[in-house]
């Protein structure tokens, strides 16, 4: 499979750096909106100006978008899943119907196959709701992110008057946990659920205290969560706090029984080094499935659900009932 | 959906107690080699000597073939599958590929659907140690079994004279788990992952130092383990030990990065109030699967490998990508 990837960034590196764990894969190309020359890759691939990308259509089997879900995925993935199988990682759940019916028109017009919304959330906690859900159909659903880094929330915390740079730790709440594993299925408010704890280093002079109340009643961000802010030197964020991982977990406590008397708990639970690393290995496995599709013309707008598990690996049916089942 | 069950022993009855979980569908007919007026069921389902099955071919939807996996099974699905969409869950890891290929010519010989395999392990764990090797191409699979109740172990110390009934629990360690989840890939033996734990009753009289001794060197079940036995009254026996709680979890430890150096730890982790119940719900599932899959005329024998998870839930795809993605 000759794959590419538009966008460089976290995303697109771990791309990279994790092609070489498949060993049906090759990463030709990198595409990018920056001068091509300014780019330092870590691997073969050709650097080539996204501008020129139509030009590599028969050279590329699959096209995988790197880019973000806020500005850059709504246009890129309709207008390439025109020219190639594409797969997104877009991640902004409200809008998911809406871009899928926009790439699925593109996809459908021109024979090729996208499998957008792939990822670990949306994606792989997708697949767990929805399996759970259809196994106990009478219970409550869960999920809890972290601890990791919330990109938008250090994002939010940067853009504040004074502050130089920031990361922000999304955290479950132990007890919120323990109340699901023992059975209960309450309803938990955010608070209940997550705090949230941000490093911030600050400007000389700035005013801390005044950064600190800013952080805590923003709206939505971070007034409807216990936060705690921690001050601290541009060292200890570089020291301490320059990996991105995350993870979290699914739940779902269902009931079964005439009289709905036994408890049962399906928990599908992440912890991930490297959030870009992980996700860009989902969506290198969701590429072989949207090659594999592609070969047996089953064309269109695809997602986690619509996908026969076996088509995300490389290994044949056999060997998977032997080995795995 | 029309259903119907052949076998009424714990699973059966976990069917026939969970169907009305899932509005779509109806548990019909009831077939059993058992003389049907001795059979009190708890539903209206009728209930029918299994000899007749055959003329009911045209009324049901789907079999749930309820039997065994030791010689129920390997000569029931090949057989129904002929006449009927079926859903088993045979459970004798090494012999699945035979099993598959005979079902798989019945049911491609009479145009029906057969999936095999069903339940949590093999079943759920499979699909999960499946998804999670193709994403994490390199690392280690660890599956635990646990705390709940073998049956296969019961039977054998069951067995034993002297022995009038007897509950084995095959509990986990603890060590070996917070090994994995610290992100170390050792190599276990048996006696490091599991443990097990035997509660027997004895006839009056009976040598128990002899019993102990018999179950502790027992091969195969028992001597690569560390065992407990403990002796216990009838009473005991039914007050404490009547439930049937089963479990477990599967884990893949795995590495991203040009040096391996990301650690990733994907665990999937059940605990059930009873085995039979919730198995009986995965059969449930993948037997929606089944019958749409015949509609789409996909016919021949399935496993969880070759089944898009949407075919699994009552719910069409439009909500399954507003809510659940």
New interface residues.
Partial sequence: MRLAILGYGNLGR?IE??VA??DDMELKYIFTRRNPSDIKT?SNAKVVCSSEIETYKDDIDVLILCGGSATDLPEQTPKYAKMFNVVDSFDT?AK??EH?DKVNSSAISCDKVAII?VGWD?G?F??????S??????GCDYTFWGKGISQGHSDAIRRIEGVLDARQYTIPIDDAINTI?DGKTPEFTARQMHRRECFVVVEDGADKAKIEQEIKTMPNYFEPYDTSVHFISEEELKQNHSKIPHGGFVIRSGQ???NF??????????????NP??T???LL?YA?AAYRLYQEKDYGCK????????Y???KN??F???T??
Avoid: Q
Wanted: glycine share 2%; hydrophobic share 40%.
């Fill in positions: 771990g750096a994790n764990l498949n870590s759940h998911i119907p899928f919304s949306p792989l997708s697949l767990n709701r929805m399996i859900n259809a196994i106990l159909p009478k594993k079964t029984g005439f008397e036994n408890k049962h708990i399906i928990e599908y639970n992440l912890k991930l080094d490297s690393h992980f860009s290995c989902v496995a072989r997602t986690v659900f619509d996908i026969a598990p076996k995300l690996i490389n049916d056999d998977l009932r032997k795995m089942l």
